[in-house]
């Protein structure tokens, strides 16, 4: 579904991702692990469209969308829920569930998707006159998976979902995740839980100074000597 070849990406002189290749099929989870400044998020907003990448492809069902604007490539069925969520504050929950629904993919949708979030997430329904700056951690991550599936993705990309939020509530969130894989969105999830990301994931890559210095099932990567030393101090 989505094919990554020899990414290279820079902030200036700073280069933050160096030739990285990955795949990504249709109803995997796929999970990106590494330290902080490794280029995971750099290889997310590569993909999302939000920086140009220097050299290398991005294909989504083998059409290169590298360097094509971000409305483009939400439109073409990739969605994004950002780190820090990024709900909008000062609008309701119901005018940010709208925001999402103005790609011309769903427009013709907005009822049907509107009931299909609601029931997914029944907080929202109570919450829906409420300005989203008021809600709980765990609720606005809620709304932002939400507001994204508004927009009907085929593969979401997760930054960071659970970010800030208590134990029980990166459950219910990573509950989520696991819920909608098994609908049919495929995943790609960058998480600084590695274990719980690795054994949510069907395949992983272990991301290094921005490269890919390994790679398997999530399975695979949890055994390995190099990840539980590096990343579940074991």
Not at 128 to 150: D, K, N, P, Y
Not at 151 to 176: I, N, R, Y
Not at 210 to 226: C, H, K, M, P
Request: glycine share 12%.
């Amino acid at each position: 579904m989505l094919a990554i070849e020899n990414l290279d990406v820079f902030y200036g002189d700073a280069q933050a991702l160096d030739g990285v290749s990955l795949t990504v099929g249709q109803g995997e989870i796929v999970a990106i692990v590494g330290a902080n400044g490794a280029g995971k998020t750099s290889l997310i907003r590569a993909i999302a469209g939000m920086v140009r990448p220097a050299a290398g492809r991005v294909l989504l069902h083998g059409s290169d969308i590298a360097g094509l604007p971000t409305h483009r490539i939400c439109d073409l069925g990739i969605g994004q829920v950002a780190e820090g969520r990024q709900v909008f504050p000062t609008m309701t929950v119901l005018e940010n569930l709208e925001m999402g629904a103005l790609l011309p993919r769903a427009r013709g949708h907005q009822a049907k998707n509107l009931e299909r979030v609601l029931a997914m997430f029944p907080i929202l329904v109570e919450r829906s006159g409420q300005a989203a700056g008021t809600l709980s951690g765990g609720e606005q991550q809620m709304l932002a998976i939400a507001r994204c599936l508004m927009g009907e993705p085929e593969l979401v990309m997760f930054d960071e979902p659970s970010l800030g939020l208590s134990p029980a509530v990166t459950q219910a969130v990573l509950q989520t995740i696991r819920d909608l894989n098994r609908d049919g969105l495929t995943c790609v999830l960058v998480e600084q839980n590695v274990a719980v990301s690795l054994r949510l994931a069907s395949k992983a890559y272990v991301l290094e100074n921005g490269r890919v210095t390994l790679s398997g099932t999530g399975g695979e990567l949890l055994a390995d000597d190099r990840v539980r030393k590096a990343y579940l101090g074991m």
